[in-house]
C-alpha cells in the first residue's frame, strides 16, 4: 500500500476519480432537470406564439387606422399570461405604447434579448402586405429556475449517496492496476515539463497503461516538433503587432490630414448614422464630435423641409442606384439653430466585398457666398433698370433737338441753312437709334448692326423722301455685335455714305446702293458700302474737300476707330471701311 502513501498520485487519482464519478452524475442530473426545462421551456415558447399569433391577428387594423387605446387594452390582456414581463408596440421604429412587469422598470427590449434569463420574439404586423409595425414580447424563464431549485435538493442527497458507493469502490480495485503505472508516467512527465524530450517512456505493457505511455512516447516526439517551430509563431506575432501600430499610426495621420483640411468630411452609415466628422465639420456646425458622432445625420442635423430630397440623395448612393454626385447643396442646422448651406461632393465607401457601406462626403460652407451672389443679382438688376431709363431718357432728349431743330427750320427762308439743320437732324436721330436698340436690347452695352441699319436705312430714306422703287438697297450683313461706343460712331458713318448716296448719287435716274459688313476671324469688322451713281467730278479733290460729311467719314475712322478708309470713284463710289472692335470693354 506505499502506492496510496503517495500523495501526489493519490491526490491525482482522487481528483481524476472524483470528476469521472462527477461528471457521469452530472450529467444524469443535467439530463433529468433538462427534461423538466424543456418541458416548461416548450410551454413558455408555446405561450410566445400564441401571444405572438394572437397579436397578428388583433393588431393590424388598429395599427393602420392609428387606434392606440386598443394596442393599450391588447397589451394590458397580454400580461393575464404569467410569464410575460415586457410588451412593446412599434411603428417604424417608433414605440407607440409598451409595458413592463413592476419587477423590472426601466428595461428595454434589448436588455430582455441579452439575458439568458428571458426568451423573446419580435413579429412584423402587417396589413394588406404593408408592415404597419411590430409587437416585442419577452417572457421570464423564473419557473424553470424554481423547478431547478426545487429538485436540486432531492437529486443531490441521492447522487451523494451513489457518488461514495462508487468512489470507494473503484478507489480500492485502482491501487493495484492504476497508481504503479502511473506513477511511473508522473516521473515521465515532470521531466518532460522541465524540458528533456529525451527521456524513454517503457511502452511493453499492452494494457491501457501501455497504450498511454504509448500516447506520452507520441507526445514528447510531437513537442519536438511544436518548440522547433515556436520561434517562427512568435516572430511572426511580433511582425503581425509591428503591422498592427502602423496601422494605428496611418489611422491617426489621416485623421489628422482630414482635421487640417479646409473643408468638412463626414462619414455617413447605411443605417444614417455618422461614424467620422473632421475638425473643420465640427466648427462649422457649432458641435463637439461626440455630439455628432453615432446620431442619425437626417434627423438631427437636416431641416425637415430639405430632409426627403436629401435622404432621397442617400438612398440613391446607398443602393447602388449611382456611384458619387458631383455637386448638391441642402442646409445644415447648427448647434446655435441657424442654417448653413453645404455645398456637397459625395463617393460611396465599399467594403472587400464591394457592397456599399456608408458614403464619404466632402462640403464647404456657400452660406455667405450665396447671400452675396443674391445681393449682387439684386444690384446688378437695380443697374440695369437704371441704364434703360437713361437710354431711353437720352433718345427722348435727342428727340426733343431733332424737334426743336425741325421746327426752327421752319422759320429760316435759307434753303442752305435749311439742309444744314435737316442733315444735323439725321445724324442726331442716327445717335438716338442706337440708344432706342440699347433700350430693347436684352444686353444694354451691346446691338447687332444687322437691326440697326435696316432701321437706320428706313429712317434716311423717310426723311429725304426717297422712294425704295428709286433707288434700291441691297445689304450683306452678317450678325455683328458691337458696344455702345462702337455703335455710335458707325451709325454716324452710315448716315453720312447713305445720305451722300441719297442726295448726290441719283440725279432725277434709278439707281442702287449695296452695303456689307462682316466680321473677320481677328476681330477686324469690314464695311463695304458702294453706289452706281454718277460718283465725284473728275477735277474734284478728295484732300481738299470741305464737305462736312466726307470729312467726317474719314475723322471718325481714323482717329476715333483707329481704322483706315479706301475709296474708289469707278462706275459711282466705292469706301471699303476696316478697324478692329477691341477698342473698348464691356461695361455691363
Known sequence: MELFRSKGIQRRFIMGLISVISVILIIFYISYISINAKSIEDDLQEQLLRASALAKESLPSALWQYHYEYTNDFINSLFLFKDIVFVSIMSEDTTITAKTHPDFKKKDFLYFKNSSDFITDETVIRYENNNVGKIRIAMTRVRINDMILSQSISAFSLLLVIFAAIFSTVLKLSGKYIFSPLLKLENSAKLISDGNFDIHIDTSSKDEIGQLAETFSRMIHNLKSVTASRDELNYEIMERKKAEKKLVREKEKAQHYLDIAGVIFIVINADQTVSLINKKGCEVFGYEESEILGKNWFDHFIPENDRKKTVAEFFRLITGEVEHIEYFENY???????????AWHNVVLRDEKG?????????????????????????LKEKEILLRELYHRTKNNMQIICSMLAM?????????????LSETENRIKSMALVHQKLYQAKDLSKINLKDYVADLVFLLFKSYGVSEKKVSVFTDIEDVIVLIDTAIPCGLILNELITNSIKYAFQDREGEIRLHICKTETNEINMIFSDNGVGFPD????????????????MITEHQLGGKVDLKTDNGVSYHIKFKDILYDQRV
Open 332 to 342: 445644415v442646422m447648427t448647434k446655435n439653430n441657424d442654417n448653413r448651406l453645404i
Open 355 to 379: 457592397k456599399v457601406t456608408s458614403t464619404l462626403s466632402s462640403g464647404e460652407d456657400i452660406t455667405e457666398q450665396r447671400k452675396i451672389a443674391q445681393n449682387l443679382r439684386s444690384s
Open 408 to 420: 426752327q427750320a421752319i422759320s429760316i427762308k435759307d434753303e442752305n441753312f435749311k439742309k444744314i
Open 539 to 554: 477735277n474734284y479733290d478728295l484732300e481738299k474737300a470741305n464737305t462736312l460729311g466726307i470729312r467726317s467719314i474719314y
